[in-house]
């Protein structure tokens, strides 16, 4: 068994690793990026530095589409107020003069400055804007994260300011050639079966996370197993910043413990690095672990498509209802356009819910403006409507003309209300009336396309 594991590995690494020839395109493209970028900012007197990282700095990138090359741009934290420890002089220079131009101007715009003329590229907005470089005929990307030089990641103002210790952590941590290739070959089986990403419009394990994950593990196997076995919420802290369990649970904000496994971050121990991480995608995972556990097999790690002819087929055949739709949305494409659209998703899924029983259900987005979302589900029959108390005499009386079956229990009057649309009917009548909902959720379009 051990042998056709070991063998199945080594397959997999031979298809996940990066070849040779893309490490050194991308390292040709970011040699002379970094050139051009720090000569403009000497030449404009700005003081910051670069440091590449993701999963490219730390040697756990894998083959998956186009590559992902995260380049920071490190800026020393401005005194607010004459606040603040009194750094050298050089520095103080540096703040007041850029305080003094434009006391609004902030790292994204002095970032986007630098970047004009160096290389065509568009801005992605966020908590903190940040840039997208996608050079011609290559199959990487490259995104410029303006962040703050920060010495402590208490002081850090945005999560990105925290890349700097993360990708310093797992440098350290995961030397060994084993170790690299552990990661890869677990962040490839979470890609493949959807569980990689903290997006919103994922709710999975970071690539961070992973990393962490995997070297506590101390190996992808070993991950594996422990992640199969995980019955309660699991707290791990790796570098033991915390006493105890509860003492963990005490101490880490309590919006951050929703996840089912709280993993303290080894960089900055008030920060639960699987935050994101939902109990749908754990539960998915979970299994994911078990099978492969069960049953080896390079499948496992092959990305699984929805396949939604044997979904459409499978209902048909129970009896079900099905229907296929396609969302749109006037946001920007990436995170902003995933999270609105799998946000209506599941708000058009509570609203099906109302006159449908839910049997199966998916979403599907690709990155750009559109996502795709399906629903496989069995009609109610009927519903109860809840209408007012019945010393309510107008609005009883008002009740009573919309609805032709009432009855009155514990001093409140219902109807019952027989269901005799279908699915599609109800998809079409809820998109014609629901045109103020959608666009206060930046939907601008539902099609049914199946």
């Known amino acids: 068994m051990a042998e056709k594991v070991n063998s199945i590995l080594k397959e997999v690494l031979e298809k996940v690793n990066p070849p040779e020839e893309d490490t050194k395109e991308i390292n040709s493209f970011l040699g002379d990026f970094i050139k051009k970028f720090e000569a403009k900012m000497k030449k404009s007197k700005i003081k910051a530095e670069i440091f590449v990282g993701g999963s490219f700095a730390k040697k756990t990138m894998i083959k998956k589409g186009d590559y992902d090359i995260d380049i920071f741009v490190r800026f020393d934290k401005k005194e607010k107020n004459g606040k603040g420890k009194k750094k050298n002089r050089e520095e103080r220079k540096y703040k007041d003069k850029y305080k003094n131009e434009n006391e609004n101007e902030n790292i994204s715009e002095i970032t986007e400055k630098v970047l004009k003329g160096i290389a065509e590229f568009s801005k992605v907005h966020g908590s903190r804007d940040y840039f997208k470089i996608v050079p011609a005929g290559k199959n990487f990307f490259v995104e410029v994260i303006p962040v703050l030089r920060i010495r402590n990641p208490k002081e850090a103002e945005n999560i990105t300011d925290l890349s700097y210790f993360h990708v310093n952590y797992i440098k350290k941590k995961a030397k060994s050639k084993k170790m690299l290739e552990d990661i890869r070959l677990a962040k490839a089986f979470c890609y ?244 103020e909902k959608m666009s206060d959720m930046h939907i601008t379009e539902i099609r049914i396309i199946g």
């Open 192 to 435: 493949a079966n959807k569980c990689y990403g903290a997006e919103s419009y994922v709710n999975g394990l970071s690539g961070y996370g992973i990393e962490l994950l995997v070297y506590h593990y101390k190996g992808f196997l070993n991950f594996l197993k422990a992640v199969s076995k995980m019955k309660e919420k699991e707290v791990i802290d790796t570098e033991k910043h915390y006493k105890n369990r509860y003492e963990v649970l005490m101490n880490l904000n309590s919006a951050k413990l929703g996840s089912p496994i709280i993993l303290v971050d080894p960089t900055y121990k008030q920060r639960n690095a699987l935050a994101a991480l939902s109990e749908k995608i754990f539960e998915n995972f979970k299994s994911a672990c078990k099978s492969f556990l069960k049953s080896p097999s390079t499948r496992a790690f092959e990305t699984k498509k929805t396949d939604i002819g044997r979904i459409k087929e499978n209902a048909r055949k129970k009896k079900l209802e099905f229907v296929h739709i396609e969302l749109e949305t006037d946001k920007q494409e990436g995170d902003v356009a995933g999270s609105k659209l799998i946000k209506f998703y599941k708000h058009l899924e509570s609203e099906v819910s109302k006159l449908f029983i839910v049997k199966n259900s998916g979403f599907d987005y690709f990155g750009n403006k559109e996502a795709r979302c399906f629903f496989v589900v069995k009609s109610k029959k009927e519903i109860i409507r809840t209408g007012p108390e019945t010393y309510d005499k107008e609005n009883v009386s008002l009740f009573k003309k919309r609805h032709k079956r009432t009855f009155i229990k514990s001093s409140k009057i219902y109807a019952r209300e027989k269901v005799e649309m279908g699915i599609k009917q109800f998809i079409y009548d809820w998109a014609k009336k629901g045109q």
